[in-house]
């Protein structure tokens, strides 16, 4: 049993007390974290009148984080509800191979796990015809890495089928390296563009426009492959050698909130704090130190103040998650009450991966 059902012996406590007054960050207690999770998640399912809606990326993104939420807990509540919308939506999507309608896929994987039955693999008809094209130039957003990649790397872990992994680095090397013969990826900023209309583009203060949650996105998409890549396998360096480039230039960019903004090189082009990159940072960082990628010691203080702001600014004491921009494709505003779908999926993902990293101080 974990941490979380069984509660935390006198030992583990009195050690995250002694680690959070010693600290001159407040670090999360896990049981806090718990509640944050709770309030954010059974307030999204209420809204809803129990229709958990269509398979696109905005709510395969939450589901994402509903999943990860049960993983935490074995609340039965959560594991029914990403179970009706798998079959609602017939454990596919669309019939579609655009990388924004393969982000259900994580999930799908997921839930044949726990009750194995053929017809939720599904997608992987769709995966397969991708498979099969002598061409890998599918994913030309950034975006499209986190909608895609976990779900390849879960489909090539749960069947033993290599392909989806070869397949899936081809896609992802297109899209950092390739694309316009140069790809997404600044390797001097240590940050993603948005996609190729922005190699050329400035903010108000002069900068390059990296946009924050489009560098969430490759980020979490990175962690999310890493999750079902074997350890030794070859292309590991090569996403790991992402994560920490990106973790240490996103150190560096964080508020004194915790907080990031969309527009990560000028902050006063939007000056509010922004929820959905937050999230995804958040998670991403607190994965790479859960899974022994990036360094406890340098990061343990950033993810304790990104999860400070996201359970303090961004969440409301209704439950709902704000100041979450809106769909877009570049930076943006977001106000206290503005929230979405994958807004509070990516909380999910980052407070369940806080409430890893904070269980055993």
């Not at 079959?87 to 839930?111: H, I, M, Q």
């Amino acid at each position: 049993k974990s941490f979380f059902t069984t509660g935390g012996s006198p030992f583990l406590i009195l050690c995250f007390a002694c680690y959070v007054f010693c600290s001159q960050i407040e670090y999360p207690n896990p049981a806090q974290v718990l509640a944050a999770l709770e309030l954010a998640n059974s307030h999204f399912i209420n809204g809803l009148n129990g229709d958990p809606g269509p398979c696109g990326w905005t709510r395969s993104t939450y589901f994402a984080g509903n999943q990860a939420h049960y993983a935490l807990t074995g609340n039965a509540t959560y594991l029914n509800w990403a179970t009706k919308w798998s079959e609602l939506n017939n454990w596919e999507c669309n019939n579609s191979t655009n990388a924004n309608d393969e982000g259900c896929g994580r999930t799908y994987v997921a839930l044949y796990r726990l009750d194995p039955a053929s017809y939720k693999l599904r997608l992987r008809e769709t995966l397969d015809v991708q498979v099969a094209q002598k061409t890998s130039v599918d994913w030309t957003w950034v975006d499209a890495l986190f909608m895609a990649l976990p779900s390849w790397s879960a489909f090539g872990n749960v069947t033993g089928d290599t392909a989806y992994w070869d397949k899936m680095y081809a896609e992802y090397d297109y899209t950092a390296h390739q694309i316009a013969g140069q790809g997404l990826w600044n390797a001097t900023a240590g940050l993603f563009y948005r996609d190729a209309t922005f190699f050329n583009a400035s903010c108000p203060n002069g900068q390059k426009v990296f946009w924050g949650r489009g560098n969430g996105w490759a980020l979490a998409a990175i962690a999310g492959a890493l999750e079902y890549l074997p350890a030794g396998h070859p292309q590991r360096p090569e996403y790991e050698g992402k994560l920490t480039t990106m973790a240490a230039t996103l150190k560096t960019l964080q508020g004194s909130d915790g907080m990031w903004r969309s527009s990560l090189l000028d902050f006063n082009e939007y000056s509010n704090p922004e929820s959905t990159s937050t999230g995804l940072f958040t998670y991403g960082i607190a994965w790479g130190i859960n899974n022994g990628v990036l360094s406890r010691a340098d990061y343990i203080d950033v993810v304790a103040a990104a999860w400070n702001g996201l359970s303090t600014i961004s969440l409301q004491p209704d439950g709902l998650v704000g100041w979450c921009q809106s769909v877009g494709a570049a930076p943006g505003p977001a106000t206290q009450t503005s929230t979405s779908d994958f807004c509070v999926g990516q909380f999910l993902l980052a407070g369940t991966e806080v409430a890893k990293l904070f269980a055993g101080l």
